[in-house]
Each structure stands twice: as structure tokens, then as C-alpha cells.
Nanobody
Framework: QLVESGGRLVQPGGSLRLSCLSS????????ISWFRQVPGKEREGISC??????RYSDSKSRRFTVTRDGAYNTVYLQIDDLTPEDTGIYYC???????????????????WGQGTQVTVSW
């Protein structure tokens, strides 16, 4: 099971840290990824972290930072310098294995959280 939290209303230029709590499986054997879905667009991959690798999609590394706690149970997504275009539902997803080249593709994941809403607005 994956449970996201931390989404809220934030003003442009602000920062936010989202959490993804994992339970019910051996997290060290899985890759955990963050996705977001903005209205009218497909779900977009942001990042992937596994036991030995951390990857970001394209330009996401500049404002997005992924970390995890020492027990590997929680993965965090820090988003800085938020803009209204960051508004959307943020999901975490898990799959067995590592962050291979298709890590940014939603179809590659079998386990999903319910999502957490991020709204960036004045």
C-alpha cells in the first residue's frame, strides 16, 4: 500500500514537501516513483528512487528533490519555486526492481497511491 500526503494550497514561489508512505511489501526490493497529473494531461513521471539509484525526468531535477527515510518506508518529494503549472494531483507508484529507463511511464507500475492534491495559486 502507498499513501501520499502533504498536498495543499501554496502560493507561487513557495515550497512543498510531499510524502509517500509504503507498507505491506519489502520496500528495498521496489522502485518508488513520483508522478503528477494536471488537468487535461496524461500522468507525468517526475522521479524514481530504488535501493541503488535515483533518477529524475528531464528538467525535473532543478526544482524537484527526492529523499527517503533511513528505514526506506517513506519517500519524500520536495518541490521548490512552485508555479501555477505545478497544480495537479501527485501520485507515488511502486514496482519491483530498479529505476530502469521506463521509470517515467505510468504503465510500468502495478501499485499506486490515491494521490494528493497540490494547488499553486494566490
Amino acid at each position: 500500500q502507498l499513501v501520499e500526503s502533504g498536498g495543499r494550497l501554496v502560493q507561487p514561489g513557495g515550497s512543498l514537501r510531499l510524502s509517500c508512505l509504503s507498507s505491506g511489501f519489502i520496500v528495498a526490493d521496489y522502485a518508488i516513483s513520483w508522478f503528477r497529473q494536471v488537468p487535461g494531461k496524461e500522468r507525468e513521471g517526475i522521479s524514481c528512487i530504488s535501493a541503488y539509484r535515483l533518477r529524475y525526468s528531464d528538467s525535473k531535477s532543478r526544482r524537484f528533490t527526492v529523499t527517503r527515510d533511513g528505514a526506506y518506508n517513506t519517500v519524500y518529494l520536495q518541490i521548490d519555486d512552485l508555479t501555477p503549472e505545478d497544480t495537479g494531483i501527485y501520485y507515488c507508484a511502486a514496482r519491483q526492481g530498479s529505476c530502469s529507463d521506463d521509470f517515467h511511464e505510468a504503465r510500468a507500475y502495478e501499485l499506486w497511491g490515491q494521490g494528493t492534491q497540490v494547488t499553486v495559486s494566490w
